[in-house]
């Protein structure tokens, strides 16, 4: 399984990095990795055609989409395609930030996972 980051680098820009889950556990025939802390969860709907221009991430956190499409661009320019079963853990808290544009016409259902400081 795989998700991805998006973080800021020393000079303030925002990347995406591919990360990949290290299964550490089996239960009842499943694969488990090692739990993460987190302090709640928040689910979001927002619009198909939603836009928020530049902005950085209100905390760490994973944000999970359920259902609808959206791209995320990074400052550095590079565009990441999210759709249902998405995860992607946004760590860009300071810096230049990103734009996450709605796709589609379909409303988008998130988690967000808000981490520990």
Do not use: C
């Not at 925002?14 to 990795?33: A, M, P």
């Not at 759709?83 to 230049?96: C, F, H, R, S």
């Amino acid at each position: 399984m795989e998700y991805f980051r998006i973080y800021t680098d020393a000079d303030g820009e925002t990347h995406f990095e591919d990360l990949t889950v290290t299964w550490s556990g089996r239960s009842y025939s499943s694969d488990l990795s090692d739990p993460i802390a987190a302090t709640g969860v928040i689910f979001r709907r927002s619009p198909a055609d939603q836009f928020i221009d530049w902005h950085t991430a209100p905390r760490r956190q994973f944000v999970v989409t359920l259902s609808g499409y959206a791209e995320v661009e990074a400052s550095d320019g590079e565009v990441r395609q999210i759709g249902p079963g998405t995860v992607m853990l946004a760590e860009d808290v300071t810096g230049k930030g990103h734009i996450t544009r709605g796709k589609g016409d379909t409303e988008r259902l998130s988690l967000f996972i808000p981490l520990p400081e």
